[in-house]
């Protein structure tokens, strides 16, 4: 049977995500813009 | 190819086979076959996530795109950790707490059963095509490469993943799936340092990667707003979540991977795995096409990349002038080594040689695809990505691997392309079979067999959607464009589903004829926006939120205008 009470509070896990996204994203524009002047 | 790379793709072939029979002992009952008895850990189902949506028409046709048009192919997973945030909140509780085995099993619960059949149905019919393309755009390009029979080496693809994948099921699909990934990410590496060794002694890394900047290829992020252009950064951001919604939640081929995971917590971890290594893994397959690009800066490229037309092209009337054409681009060839190595050494004037003789090189390139077509008659000859004729994209990574790289490198790379194709083919295999069997076999044909019925059932339909792939991807060769049609149909639908399940979660007063209605409505207005002269042009990224919109305005009205939900939950 499927296990569903072991959850547990993700909201760290899904900011870590969107901060990590954000990261990413600002890291590829600034490689971008460096390696293309 | 070597012995020892016959080696290599041979090991390969046997090794993964192997292992995925030794999974049939886990595949005892329906649950175990299927859904694997919800064991699986979360990093082993993200594997098998990735490998899925990874096939090697994106390990091969990636390459050759950042190859000709540089970083900008990104943003197309822009979207991908925002969806993966949103469908960890909504739909994947939903879906594992129900303990469903499909995603379209929810939506009798919540509607009714003909919704359920009508989007199972769809979902069959576009991955029973789309399973073909995938088989099939690889065992093209290696059969020319290689002359080898297309029929042996789309067989070679898809009778292993049929052997494992109906004798093993979904546990063995995922255990294959994460030595898999090994294989495409070690390969992909390998390439990587390959590549940065072929650059020449006194060029450093930052170097090379300041003239690929020169030529385009390292801008990533475009902020225009233009819905032609598919790659920006807000088509990337919007569109992208609107597609990766749908994929990673209407899907089976992904729904099921994480219902296979221990726990919803599992489930959830097993999404955000992909939320957080997708877009690097990306980057890593882009950085091979850049490091190619450069690779030809300072090595000579072939004029085109795939040999045959040339070969049809020299035995034809026009063979002189496509002889002066590969003289031109010799010579053009040799005045962008020689400014881009000045740009290296610190030259301020040789960023404009470097950029004339490069645009010199993508004209010579342009009348070369010219001729092909004339005297292919190729239609796609006439198309570009960035600099390079579309066709000659899909060759640019093979045509490398076969010409340059060492003997066993050559056949850990071809390994690789096999992994990747029959990674996508196995889940695909697996998530038609289970839908067949699902929500067709057992819902409406045979609602009261044993288990042990069910489980011989779902391995006759892995068989049979393996034969209908196999079949699919061979008359695809023969429809050549059409493979892309398929896949244009594909994005028809996917919006229209993510809509349904929008309107299952979020609009209590929905009902089934609703839901019916709206999702038939959102296809055929996303058909027609998507083939319609005017519109056509319109990246296929924003036709997932036009049907998403479609489908809940239609949805609604009709439910209003038709009274109480109709939900037999």
Redesign the interface.
Known sequence: ????T???P?GR??AL??L??AA??TA??W??H???? | MRWLDWLVVAGYLIWVVADGLRRTKGASGIDGYLLAN?SLPWWAVGLSVMATQLSAITLVGTTGQAYADG?RF?QFY?GL??A??VL??TLV?FF??S?VYTAYEYLERRFDVKTRTLASLLFLCGRSMSTGAIISAPAVILSIIFHWNLTLTILAIGVPTIVYTMLGGVQAVTWTDVKQMGIVVGGLVCAVIALILGLPHDVSVGQA??V???A?R????DFHVDARQTYTFWSGIIGGLFLHLSYFGCDQSQVQRYLTA????QA?HSL?MS??VK??LQ?LVLLVGVFMFLFYVFNQPPLLFNGEPRQRVVASARAGDYGQLESAFAGAYQRRRDAATAMTKGDGGARDRFLDANAEMQSIRGQAAAIVKDVTGEAGYGDRTGDTPKPDVNYVFPTFVTTRLPPGLVGLIIAAIFAAAMSATAGELSATATATVIDVYKRLLNTTATDAHYLAVSRIAVAFWGIVACIVAHVAVQLGSLIEVVNRIGSIFYGSLLGVFVLALLFKRANGHGAFVGLLTGISVVAGFAFYPATRGVSYLWHNPLGVAVVLVVGMAVSLATGPRTSTA
């Open positions: 049977m499927p296990s569903v072991d959850t547990r993700m896990i899904y995500v969107i990590c996204h990413v994203i590829l524009w490689t971008g460096v390696f293309s002047r | 919800r970083m990104i822009f950790p925002l993966m945030v960890s909140v509780p594992y707490r303990g990667l300041h690929a900047g020169a385009g390292m801008n990533t992020i221990k726990s919803l917590d959830r955000l939320a957080f877009i690097p980057v």
